[in-house]
């Protein structure tokens, strides 16, 4: 079992910045690759980023491509989503997972372990 901890959301406005951690324990971090997913009020949960378990590869949904970067720092078992130029519509529950592979994946299917979320709110 892996269990997974987000923390860092709040409430921003515009343009503003938050930078969301996710803590994982109870197995191997480096085992897993990692993502980061969001669900917004009355819509379904969308991928936003994921890393593999080295962080060499990264993969970013085109809606966050430029304002969002994924890192992990392995030694403290953590993947962290930084968030930049947030924008009202980003206002969403953010979710990290583990997937049990050394690759990114963008399906939500595919992720073995999830947190219990971080809000995150934009106000415009």
């Known amino acids: 079992q892996v269990q997974l901890v987000e923390s860092g959301g709040g409430l921003v406005q515009a343009g503003g910045s938050l930078r969301l951690s996710c803590a994982a324990s109870?197995?191997?971090?480096?085992?897993?690759?990692m993502g980061w997913f969001r669900q917004a009020p009355g819509k379904e949960r969308e991928f936003v980023g994921a890393?593999?378990?080295?962080?060499?590869?990264?993969y970013l949904a085109s809606s966050v491509k430029g304002r969002f970067s994924i890192s992990r720092d392995n030694a403290k078992n953590t993947v962290y989503l930084q968030m930049n130029s947030l924008k009202p519509e980003d206002t969403a529950v953010y979710y990290c997972?583990?997937?049990?592979?050394?690759?990114?994946?963008?399906?939500?299917?595919?992720?073995?372990?999830w947190g219990q979320g971080t809000q995150v709110i934009v106000s415009s």
């Open positions: 997972a583990a997937h049990r592979t050394a690759y990114p994946a963008v399906r939500d299917l595919e992720y073995d372990y």
């Open positions: 109870g197995h191997t971090f480096s085992n897993y690759a």
């Open positions: 890393i593999s378990w080295s962080g060499g590869n990264t």
